[in-house]
Nanobody, 127 residues
C-alpha cells in the first residue's frame, strides 16, 4: 500500500513563507513524477507545481500564478518532494495535495495522470 503523507501547512500572514513536505511510504515505489495541487471549496483541484525526472534529467513545472514564488524540489533518498512557498498571498489559501506516479508524465498539470494522492494539508494566508 503506497501512502503519501503531507506536512507543513498552517496559517501565515501575507508575504510570509511555508514549506510543504510530502513523503512516499509503503511498498517499494519509485516515483518519476510528483506534483502539488490545491483546491478551494467549490472549485476544481488545480495544478501548482510538478517535478518529473529520469536517470539523467529533472524537469520542473509551475502554474503561472506561483511562478517565481514557489519552488518544488525533491530528496531522492527519502522519496520526498517539497514545496517552498514564499511571498504568500491570500489567494494561495487552499488545501494542498501531493500526488505521485511511477510514470514520466507528458502532461503534469492533469490530475488524471497521477495514481497516488495525499490527504491534503491546509494552507491559510491572512491579509
Amino acid at each position: 500500500q503506497v501512502q503519501l503523507v503531507e506536512s507543513g501547512g498552517g496559517l501565515v500572514q501575507a508575504g510570509g513563507s511555508l514549506r510543504l513536505s510530502c513523503t512516499v511510504s509503503g511498498r517499494t515505489f519509485s516515483s518519476n513524477t510528483m506534483g502539488w495541487f490545491r483546491q478551494t471549496p467549490g472549485k476544481e483541484r488545480e495544478f501548482v507545481a510538478a517535478l518529473k525526472w529520469s536517470a539523467t534529467t529533472t524537469y520542473s513545472y509551475y502554474a503561472d500564478s506561483v511562478k517565481g514564488r514557489f519552488t518544488i524540489s525533491r530528496e531522492n533518498a527519502k522519496n520526498a518532494v517539497y514545496l517552498q512557498m514564499n511571498s504568500l498571498k491570500p489567494e494561495d489559501t487552499a488545501v494542498y495535495y501531493c500526488a505521485a506516479t511511477w510514470l514520466i508524465l507528458s502532461v503534469v498539470t492533469d490530475t488524471k495522470g497521477y495514481h497516488y494522492w495525499g490527504q491534503g494539508t491546509q494552507v491559510t494566508v491572512s491579509s
